[in-house]
């Protein structure tokens, strides 16, 4: 297959992206390298994908539409992947333009571009945070979810909607997979895994929000991109497609896929974890909950093994060491 992938130098994109080459696909990655983060994490994952022969990549933004069009063209691909958006829930609340840039003028180019090209599949990211204040779990994709509580999640979720509408207007075959707290090597310097380690292995204070009094349905990457990879066969169509528990719409070739690992962990586990892995003890200032952010996210994924056979099972003991020695490995600590 030629794949189209935006965000490959993005953490979860550069995962996929190496997977799938594994495979022997053909993989055309695109990417803005934006610099929320530090962007020579991204070149160097760029760099390593590159050492394979059958990787090609454009570096421009997804509201760049002549170049993002240009590239799905060049590339003629069978699938695309959208994972690129701009990432964060604590940063959209100071932010919140930069959102609307990346997520949903963005992601309307990507859409287009896929209805043009003629995709026998699109797959794009949503998150579980667009369950929002719903607190009825663990979360199946048929619950209702439409009290976002932060700007980022509220993109998301227009994502979703646009897709849908795109998939009846133009039977364009589109699969959304709601993620649950991704982690991993290679991780994102914002989220939570990379700030305690780097925190931990500094002796400095790190960050506990509403007291510890959180939980998460942690996902090992590798069980994540496994998941997508499972997925773009699993291509949506009409009611003969439908599994039991779906999510596939009765008016278009469009469902929603949770990807998670099923089990809902305690943020002060997940700490004692990371001081198991690197040895040391964390020093931990609690804080109260933040904006925007929500107590618990805890995944039903039945839907993603009744489509694949598939569910994520790495336990959040080995996910964190594997974590642990990348992150030493990479910073020589």
């Not at 940063?91 to 990507?110: C, K």
Request: aromatic share 10%; charged share 20%.
């Amino acid at each position: 297959m030629r794949i189209f992938i935006t965000g490959t130098a993005g953490f979860i994109g550069f995962h996929l992206a190496e997977l799938l080459l594994q495979e022997g696909h053909e993989v055309h990655g695109y990417d803005g390298m934006s610099d929320y983060y530090d962007v020579t994490l991204k070149e160097r994952r760029h760099a390593l994908l590159r050492q394979h022969p059958a990787f090609a990549a454009t570096e421009a933004l997804l509201e760049d539409d002549a170049r993002l069009q240009a590239a799905v063209q060049a590339c003629a691909p069978d699938v695309i992947v959208h994972l690129a958006a701009q990432a964060g829930v604590r940063y959209s609340i100071d932010n919140p333009r930069a959102y609307v840039d990346a997520n949903i003028i963005g992601t309307f180019n990507v859409m287009e571009a896929a209805r043009q090209a003629g995709v026998r599949h699109l797959l794009m990211a949503s998150t579980s945070s667009v369950y929002g204040a719903n607190t009825e779990m663990p979360y199946a994709e048929t619950h209702k979810a439409d009290t976002q509580m932060s700007f980022y999640a509220a993109t998301k979720k227009a994502n979703e909607a646009m897709a849908h509408a795109w998939a009846h207007i133009h039977g364009l075959p589109v699969t959304m997979f709601r993620f649950f707290t991704v982690y991993g090597p290679w991780g994102r310097p914002d989220m939570a895994l990379f700030k305690f380690t780097k925190g931990i292995l500094e002796g400095r204070p790190i960050d506990v929000y509403n007291h510890g009094d959180m939980w998460r349905d942690f996902t090992y990457v590798t069980d994540l991109v496994r998941g997508i990879r499972l997925l773009i066969d699993a291509v949506p169509g009409g009611p003969e497609t439908a599994v039991a528990g779906d999510s596939l719409s009765p008016v278009a070739p469009f469902r929603v896929v949770n990807i998670g690992n099923s089990t809902k962990v305690r943020l002060e586990d997940f700490i004692d974890a990371i001081e198991a892995a690197t040895g040391r003890k964390a020093q931990r200032n609690y804080m109260p909950m933040q904006p925007g952010d929500v107590p618990a996210t805890w995944a039903d994924a039945g839907l993603l093994r009744a489509l694949t056979g598939y569910a994520p099972e790495t336990g959040i003991a080995d996910g964190v060491a594997r974590f642990v020695e990348w992150y030493r490995d990479y910073y020589g600590q």
